[in-house]
């Protein structure tokens, strides 16, 4: 089943708080997958959960800290019902920040999780990404910036946003379905200068987890690798 962006919501959180709850879209598909973005306002606060309101739990796929103002992460939680309507995200200490989730459909619910990547700035820059990994299946990238206007942002290497800065202020969130093996560093420009934490992570579609599948039994059953 090939993957597909079916949408996203967002949410500021703007008084520090150790925990974070936002709703998901009124359109929910079953089966779907839900990638959370977290950007944090204090880069010594982490992530220590995420889950919904059914109990099924979020797990972190990268995370980056920036600066002392900047941390990015991205969880994800495959084969969701549409009867989950809400994610609560519970942080080690109190942060203000920003939310994002996107619903996405055709992802592996078995070993979905691929390459991973992330980068950090310590100085001012209208160029910014996560860093270069090998995706076959989809990448998805989810950027902190420092700045609250950022004025124009130009996607490069043919990417899509799935959350952007008029949603979410400092965030931008791309994807890229790829069809084939490919490289992706979830690269970006903007017309104003800031600093930036950011991820980035390949995840499986459903044919794609199962042919690895079938390469790793042939391998066994030939004798080649543990």
Do not use: C
Request: charged letters at 10%; proline letters at 0%; glycine letters at 12%.
């Amino acid at each position: 089943m090939a993957i597909a962006f079916v949408n996203s919501t967002a949410k500021i959180i703007t008084a520090a708080a150790s925990t974070w709850s936002m709703a998901y879209h009124s359109s929910r598909t079953g089966g779907a997958a839900y990638f959370l973005g977290v950007g944090l306002a204090t880069g010594a606060i982490s992530v220590s959960s995420a889950g919904d309101n059914l109990g099924a739990q979020f797990t972190l796929a990268k995370r980056q800290t920036g600066t002392s103002t900047s941390a990015a992460e991205l969880w994800y939680a495959t084969n969701q019902s549409s009867a989950s309507t809400r994610v609560f995200v519970g942080l080690s200490g109190a942060s203000s920040g920003g939310l994002a989730i996107g619903q996405f459909t055709g992802i592996s619910t078995a070993n979905a999780l691929g390459p991973t990547g992330s980068s950090a700035i310590g100085a001012n820059s209208t160029s910014h990404g996560a860093s270069q990994i090998t995706s076959s299946g989809i990448a998805i990238s989810f950027s902190r910036l420092t700045a609250s206007t950022i004025g124009t942002v130009t996607v490069l290497g043919g990417m899509s946003q799935w959350v952007t800065t008029a949603a979410l202020l400092r965030t931008v969130g791309l994807y890229l379905n790829n069809a084939n093996e490919s490289t992706v560093t979830g690269s970006y420009t903007t017309s104003s200068r800031a600093m930036h934490a950011s991820v980035i992570a390949a995840f499986f579609d459903t044919a794609v987890a199962a042919a690895a599948g079938f390469r790793i039994r042939r391998r066994r059953l030939l004798g080649i690798g543990a």
